[in-house]
């Protein structure tokens, strides 16, 4: 740390990163912030002459107070109505050029990802995304090396057997959710069939505040009922003729952002399968996780 930089200074210069892996930890837009908050609070408060290397300061102080709003977080998800989602994000078009960047940023990653411990969340995105050191690792979420190489271990092959095939190609991901879009919004059923998996399967988080399937949504025929009446059914108190949609990239992809003349309603995000056709839908219609989206804010989450 030079003696010219202001801690205002250094601070926002590690500000995304700070937020990047926040986001990557606790799967919300809104706790990623006041955790970034806390961050800044607490490096207004230190003996910053003590620091040699600011970012991992920084990152040390976000990694550990992220590990402490995750814990807490984990048992409102256990009781959570419905299933539990990530809080969606816009992000900005390099995150979907930065294919690595834009798996590890995306919905089925990031639901993948509360599927491990806090301890093994943290040392994953710190060591697979972000490309710390184990050394470094150990010493901001203060726990031995061996420790962090075993969560390492545990991590990369529980996230191995979980993440679902990830379509590299921006292009073609694009060009399937505005044929999904197209399809949904017209009624479709045939080209909806068309672009689904059999065993499609479409989540939708409500979380008990709007009305959505409190079960995954499974196969093809289903599913594609469900959006083809898009166009002909009031959905959440608004009328087909009131709701506006368009494409928009969310948390690294093409996804579907739906909008009535005063709030956002819903976002749907898609994974595909090795032909191109879409394997799962995410839908979140939850109010209380639109904030993000709803502020119109485009996030710049690459590592």
């Known amino acids: 740390m030079t003696a010219q930089q202001a801690p205002t200074d250094i601070f926002q210069e590690h500000r995304r990163l700070l937020f990047s892996i926040a986001y990557r930890l606790l799967g919300s837009a809104a706790d990623a912030e006041d955790a970034v908050q806390d961050a ?33 977080a984990r048992h409102k998800r256990e009781t959570y109505v419905g299933p539990w989602l990530p809080e969606p994000i816009l992000t900005q078009g390099d995150a979907s050029e930065a294919v690595a960047d834009a798996e590890s940023v995306s919905m089925a990653m990031l639901v993948v ?35 962090v190489r075993q969560a390492a271990h545990r991590a990369r092959e529980h996230v191995a057997a979980r993440r679902p095939r990830f379509e590299a190609d921006p292009s073609r991901r694009r060009a399937a959710t ?45 599913v594609a009922s469900w959006f083809a009446a898009i166009g002909t059914v009031t959905y959440q108190g608004v009328a087909p003729a009131d709701m506006t949609t368009r494409l928009v990239e969310i948390n690294g992809a093409p996804g579907m952002l739906f909008t009535s003349p005063d709030r956002v309603i819903a976002t749907l995000t898609f994974d595909f399968d090795a032909s191109g056709r879409i394997t799962t839908i995410h839908n979140v219609a939850n109010p209380d996780k639109l904030g993000a989206v709803e502020a119109g804010k485009a996030y710049d989450v690459g590592a």
């Not at 080209?191 to 409500?206: A, F, I």
């Open 178 to 222: 505005e044929r999904f879009m197209a399809a949904a919004t017209g009624g479709d059923l045939n080209t909806l069939m068309e672009l689904l998996s059999p065993d499609v399967t479409l989540w939708t988080d409500g979380g008990g505040k709007v009305r959505q399937a409190l079960k995954p949504v499974v196969g093809a025929a289903t």
């Open 113 to 147: 990802l509360e599927t491990l411990s806090p301890l093994e969340r943290a040392v994953f995105v710190l060591k697979e995304v972000f490309a710390f050191g184990y050394g470094e690792i150990a010493e901001a979420l203060e726990r031995s090396e061996p420790s």
């Open 40 to 72: 800044w609070l607490k490096w207004s408060a230190a003996d910053r002459s003590q620091v040699v290397d600011p970012k991992a300061y920084l990152t040390r102080i976000v990694s550990n107070v992220a590990l402490e709003r995750l814990r807490s």
